[in-house]
């Protein structure tokens, strides 16, 4: 194992569990050594999937959960079938090994002084779960809007707190019947202007959801 800059780590990653939680989408938990650093909420691991060329760079995948055991550490991942490397990837058994660098990115930082409200859309839900566990001990009032397809893909709903929790699917069968954006919107204005909102998801979420903000100074 090799580390590469201060605070990543480049060695092995090995499965532990892989449950396919709907079809096409993935949860996935990764033994790597005890030296692995520790993730902050918005980071993610690089994993090289395959020895051909196709893929040929390893992929970005979000951390949504680490813990530690005795001498090792665990990193936990959801993800969907989307191309060659989450296909792969998605095959793997538990024991199976691969390469892995991280953690990566420079993740979220939530202003202590501010409110905050997050803000999902579909798979983009990974980091902000994370984001969540480390924050709702410190905040009893931290609002999830949460917007998905359909019911069945309402991954880590049973980790947000019921207080919390403002879903929609576009089907009406779980929730809002709409987006994530109508319940946004539904949020008291006082309650939008003392907050910071933090969100990840779709690019046409994610523009939208600057726009909103934008256009309400938040």
């Known amino acids: 194992e090799l580390e590469v800059d201060r605070g990543q780590r480049l060695g092995e990653a090995i499965v532990t569990e892989q449950v396919e939680t709907e079809p096409g989408f993935f949860r996935m938990v990764c033994r790597v050594p005890g030296e692995f650093p520790d993730p902050t909420p918005g980071q993610f691991v690089h994993l090289r999937v395959g020895t051909g060329t196709d893929p040929l760079l390893p992929r970005p995948y979000g951390v ?24 792969l990837l ?16 420079q993740g979220y930082t939530l202003d202590p002084a501010r409110g905050a409200i997050l803000v999902a859309g579909g798979r983009g839900v990974a980091p902000l779960l994370m984001v969540y566990a480390a924050e709702k001990p410190r905040r009893p009032d931290l609002p999830f809007v949460y917007g998905f397809r359909t019911a069945a893909l309402g991954f880590g709903i049973e980790r947000i707190a019921r207080e919390d929790r403002h879903l929609a699917t576009d089907d009406g069968s779980l929730g ?38 934008l256009e309400r100074d938040i």
């Open 64 to 87: 949504i959960g680490f813990h530690r055991e005795a001498r090792d550490a665990f990193f936990e991942l959801y993800y969907g079938v989307v191309g060659a490397g989450t296909r």
């Open 176 to 213: 809002h019947h709409g987006t994530a954006l109508d319940l946004l919107a539904a949020l008291p204005p006082a309650r939008l202007q003392a907050a910071t909102l933090y969100a990840c998801g779709p690019e046409i979420l994610l523009k939208r959801t600057a726009l909103f903000a």
């Open 90 to 105: 998605s095959r793997l058994k538990p024991g199976a090994r691969l390469p892995c660098l991280g953690p990566l990115g």
